[in-house]
Nanobody
Framework: QVQLEESGGGLVQAGGSLRLSCAAS????????MGWYRQAPGKERELVAT???????NYVDSVKGRFTISRDNAKNTVALQMNSLKPEDTAVYYC????????????WGQGTQVTVSS
């Protein structure tokens, strides 16, 4: 089993920055891809960004150029640097991990709230 714990959420004004972190523990050797999802009130969960073990990244179009995902394989951590935040980025952000490059995510964190005020 893998446990994921997020940190770094909070309240920020539009145009500001936040950095989310996620630490993985347990059977971390089985993890290939890590990612961040978000869910805004009344909306479906949305995949924001992913990063493979070899650091290949993908982003949803709405955050390209503003968000950067990174990971430290030695420390089993993944981070999401969020710049130029917009009110529409307000959501609960979830860290996720899966065993393979593609497919469903197997493990989830509890989520951390990000609120961007206008």
């Amino acid at each position: 089993q893998v446990q994921l714990e997020e940190s770094g959420g909070g309240l920020v004004q539009a145009g500001g920055s936040l950095r989310l972190s996620c630490a993985a523990s347990g059977s971390t050797v089985i993890i290939n891809t890590m990612g961040w999802y978000r869910q805004a009130p009344g909306k479906e969960r949305e995949l924001v960004a992913t990063i493979t073990y070899r650091s290949t990244t993908n982003y949803v179009d709405s955050v390209k150029g503003r968000f950067t995902i990174s990971r430290d394989n030695a420390k089993n951590t993944v981070a999401l640097q969020m710049n130029s935040l917009k009110p529409e980025d307000t959501a609960v952000y979830y860290c996720a991990a899966r065993k393979y490059v593609s497919g469903d995510f197997n493990y989830w964190g509890q989520g951390t709230q990000v609120t961007v005020s206008s």
